[in-house]
């Protein structure tokens, strides 16, 4: 019996597609990509450029790929048919041409299917196609861009000579993100204001509005977006800001001295729709802030269930569901919450560079039981996919309703103002909670005369721009359009592997390399670095993609009209600031709350194992003797006892520039009556800290031989039985 072969890019499909498909068919896998472009030629592109044409030398990535391409070739010779199954996507697209190219295919059969399940396989070998040369094209545009910038750009970081390794087309601008937001951070300057409000005895707090002479009858617009990136956190109630305390008091002063009374009461149920199913950046944020996943991580939980045919293909920018999906969802509801079942299903929109013809991510049966995926799979894949079948759940949902009230309330010529929000009709809710907590007002009427309970103010700051989680930083990649849906994840995980980020908290720090490397490319390819001209880049893959540009005349006129002339005139500020611009050398710390009591400055949190508290308080604004040490017994800051003083020197010797001043005088020592073993001077007590607790040991007290050789091992530590010595014995 003939063979067909049905070539895929995951190993991990093989054995469902074999079971799918039958004895009929040879299932073989690439692993992915099988040849890069070659490091030969000029800067070793594996490419060239002869006026608008483009020639690239493709070769295969590593051994494990040219075994690959023999055992293909082997096994083509023995079928009658070849049919390229690679992923729905431009990588896909490429990968399946790169294959057609080894195994010297005049004209494939292309199949494409977003589920591994025996109706969709059987449906697209049913339906093949050609190659989408225009696809391809764009990926092969990607690879040369990718290759280009990187091999001449990252020598210009080489010359800074701090270990930076690399500079990338879409790394270096998200890096500029994560750079911008530290700046931020490091010149903010906090400012004082107060929060003013009044209790009342009828069960509410109302929050200082403004006077009744700039009051606006327009009614305040509230802007409900779904945020998956967000945290649990939810913003605590404010008053308008009151900027000094004067003012502040004089506001309490008017809410206790005049009557109350509500001039204005609107109570309205609006509906709030239901969120769209996961495309690949929504995903990567709500696994990120629901499940702690790393990007990286949740595209190779999401690979493993899209491979076990549990979900449907994981990269994609489209949130359209199939009317059989639909269908399925709607019968869902209706036998196990008939009262969700909407009269019309919510209208999502994609975003206008989304592929139309793929799908959201969603589960491929609805109605597959989770007692026994429990037991199948891990807990991460678990926990991905039922999160996954919530969200297309509640796509197809009826909206939430929620019972809105303001009320505005006067005393003199000062307005208040109180919100309620009630929870009427869960809806989608259900199954993706995104509302905040229930804030309900009391039964209230317009013109009701109000006794006040309290006035007060309470004094905040403002708060530097927070750094980016994971997820966030996702978001705002997709919404600048720095990358595609393939390259979020590895884009971050590319950063981290160079040092140039860390996270810290959950929240993304640039390190000192980090900054120095965006610091520099600032001056030498500053339009690399901006989202704008990075999202132009992506644009113009997108339309070779659509066939309305063609690949190797925009590489070409890219290079010539850009990169060539911006990379020369770069090469001029390696020369000449290689050895000056590096401006963000010394390392940068976290703020803490606590003031300097000499410059008022905010103190740094210095880390140090070897405290409680893991950090201490240190001025890095100039007043380089202000040392603050937290004191438990007290709860609060202090200065150094002298035993410290010699903590905090030797501490500072290793996390601040050579020229840093000690903290403290030398501290009085006390000699014993034990003579050193080594040259008969007395011992000195010496304190010291260890795991937050004070220790005492003896050494020699002749000051110049503590440096000599025979003095290095003169230490006695305190035993149940005295004083000993791991070399000397006991005293």
């Not at 729905?88 to 494409?112: M, N, S, Y």
């Not at 293909?313 to 909407?342: G, H, I, K």
């Not at 919404?479 to 140039?500: C, D, H, Q």
């Not at 290079?559 to 290689?578: G, H």
Request: charged share 25%; proline share 6%.
């Amino acid at each position: 019996m003939t063979k067909r072969l049905l070539v895929v890019e995951s190993p991990g499909k093989v054995k469902k597609l074999s079971q799918i498909l039958g004895s009929e068919w040879i299932v073989r896998a690439s692993c992915g990509h099988i040849r890069e472009l070659s490091d030969e030629g000029e800067d070793s592109l594996g490419f060239s450029i002869d006026g608008s044409s483009v020639r690239c030398n493709y070769v295969p990535r590593d051994q494990r790929s040219k075994e690959t391409i023999q055992q293909l070739k082997t096994t083509a010779k023995q079928v009658s048919e070849v049919v390229l199954a690679t992923d729905p996507d431009r990588e896909g697209e490429t990968i399946a041409w790169h294959l057609k190219e080894v195994l010297g295919l005049r004209e494939p059969k292309r199949v494409v299917y977003t589920e591994i399940t025996a109706s969709a396989v059987r449906s697209a070998i049913a339906n093949p196609r050609k190659l989408d040369l225009n696809l391809v094209g764009a990926g092969l545009c990607r690879d040369c861009l990718d290759k280009l910038v990187g091999y001449k750009g990252s020598p210009l970081v080489w010359a800074l000579n701090n270990g930076a390794k690399s500079v990338g087309r879409v790394q270096s601008s998200t890096l500029h993100l994560i750079c911008q937001r530290e700046r931020e951070i490091q010149t903010f300057v906090p400012q004082d204001y107060w929060s003013v409000w009044v209790d009342y005895q009828e069960g509410f707090r109302a929050f200082y509005k403004g006077a009744v002479n700039n009051r606006s009858d327009s009614p305040e617009q509230e802007l409900e977006l779904h945020d998956d990136a967000a945290g649990n956190s939810t913003t605590a109630t404010e008053s308008t800001r009151v900027l000094t305390e004067a003012e502040a008091n004089r506001l309490v002063g008017e809410a206790r001295n005049h009557p109350h009374k509500i001039v204005q009461y609107e109570g309205k149920i609006v509906n709030r729709q239901p969120p769209p199913p996961f495309i690949t950046s929504t995903l990567q944020q709500a696994a990120g802030s629901k499940l702690k996943f790393a990007p990286d991580k949740t595209m190779v939980v999401a690979q493993k269930l899209y491979e076990a045919g549990l979900i449907t293909y994981m990269r994609t920018d489209s949130v359209m569901l199939s009317p059989e999906f639909c269908e399925s969802a709607r019968q869902w509801l209706e036998q196990n919450d008939p009262q969700n079942v909407p009269t019309q299903v919510a209208r999502h929109r994609s975003s206008k560079t989304a592929q139309q013809a793929h799908e959201a991510i969603r589960p491929t049966d609805i109605f597959r039981p989770s007692a026994q995926l429990r037991i199948e799979l891990s807990t991460d894949e678990f926990n991905l996919y039922v999160m996954i079948w919530k969200r297309a759940i509640a796509s197809q949902c009826r909206p939430a309703q929620l019972r809105k009230t303001v009320v505005i309330t006067q005393s003199g010529q000062i307005l208040w103002q109180a919100r309620g929000q009630v929870v009427e009709f869960l809806g989608y809710t259900r199954y993706w909670p995104n509302l905040s907590k229930d804030s309900i007002l009391p039964a209230l009427q317009q013109g009701q005369m109000l006794t006040l309970e309290n006035a007060g103010h309470e004094k905040k700051q403002t708060q530097p721009p927070p750094r980016y989680s994971e997820p966030k930083l996702v978001q705002l990649m997709e919404r600048k359009g720095i990358g595609r849906p393939s390259t979020y994840s590895p884009t971050i995980a590319t950063l981290k592997k160079r040092g140039y980020i860390e996270l810290t908290k959950d929240n993304l720090h640039p390190t000192n390399l980090g900054l120095e490397v965006d610091d520099f490319l600032q001056k030498a390819l500053p339009d690399l670095l901006e989202a704008e001209f990075t999202a132009k880049m992506e644009n113009a893959l997108d339309a070779i993609a659509e066939g309305k540009q063609a690949w190797q005349q925009y590489l070409t006129t890219w290079n010539q009209n850009y990169f060539a002339p911006a990379l020369a005139k770069a090469k001029t500020v390696v020369v000449d600031s290689s050895k000056t611009t590096q401006i963000f050398t010394a390392r940068q710390y976290d703020k803490s709350r606590t003031r300097c009591p000499d410059c008022n400055n905010f103190l740094s949190k210095i880390p140090s194992t070897k405290l409680k508290k893991k950090y201490f308080l240190k001025c890095t604004s100039g007043c380089e003797n202000t040392v603050l040490f937290w004191n438990e017994f007290n709860k609060n800051w202090q200065p150094p006892r002298t035993k410290d003083a010699k903590i905090s020197e030797k501490t500072e010797d290793t996390i601040s520039a050579p020229s840093a001043t000690k903290t403290s005088a030398k501290s009085p020592t006390k000699l014993t009556k034990y003579p050193c073993p080594v040259c008969k001077q007395p011992l000195e007590e010496y304190h010291y800290n260890k795991d937050g607790q004070n220790k005492t040991m003896l050494r020699c007290s002749s000051s110049p031989s503590r440096t000599d050789k025979k003095h290095k091992d003169v230490a006695y530590f305190h035993t149940a039985k005295g004083w000993w010595s791991p070399k000397f014995g006991e005293l």
